[in-house]
């Protein structure tokens, strides 16, 4: 009965194991600079519009709720939630569902990201880091002066 048992639980493991391989979330994007100045804006303005883009490149839609994408230094720290579809991408914007007027937000969060740089990490519900980014030394591209 033991080894039955035993048998059940390692098949039902196999069965499960895809999942959490599959669904894999990772930073895809991070405008860190801001987006380009919309009607009236001025550059400086548009320099908050700050925003950032997870993509699933698993084989099934992942459940976010209760993640978090932190900076190391605390700012900004996003408690996740909602979904995303396999293959698809998650818009988080800064403030307001303004930054990008043509793609709705799918989370909004606040907290500046530093212009210097930052440490980013993606962490799933369990608290394990799922995905990173290490612009600790400065943003491997753009500015935000123009």
């Known amino acids: 009965m033991r080894r039955l048992v035993l048998a059940y639980l390692f098949v039902c493991g196999l069965l499960v194991l895809p999942r959490f391989i599959f669904a894999s979330i990772v930073i895809n994007e991070i405008a860190w600079m801001g987006s380009l100045p919309k009607a009236g804006d001025t550059a400086s303005a548009a320099a908050g519009n700050e925003w950032m883009e997870l993509a699933n490149i698993g084989g099934e839609t992942a459940d976010l709720t209760g993640w978090i994408l932190e900076a190391q230094d605390g700012t900004p720290r996003i408690e996740l939630s909602g979904t995303i579809a396999a293959g ?41 880091t799922v995905d990173s980014v290490d612009a600790s030394t400065g943003w491997p591209a753009g500015d935000n002066t123009t």
């Open 88 to 128: 698809g991408f998650f818009l988080l914007e800064r403030t307001n569902d303004d930054t990008i007027p043509s793609v709705p937000a799918d989370q909004l969060y606040t907290g500046a990201m530093s212009n210097s740089g930052e440490f980013l990490s993606l962490r799933n519900a369990a608290g394990a």
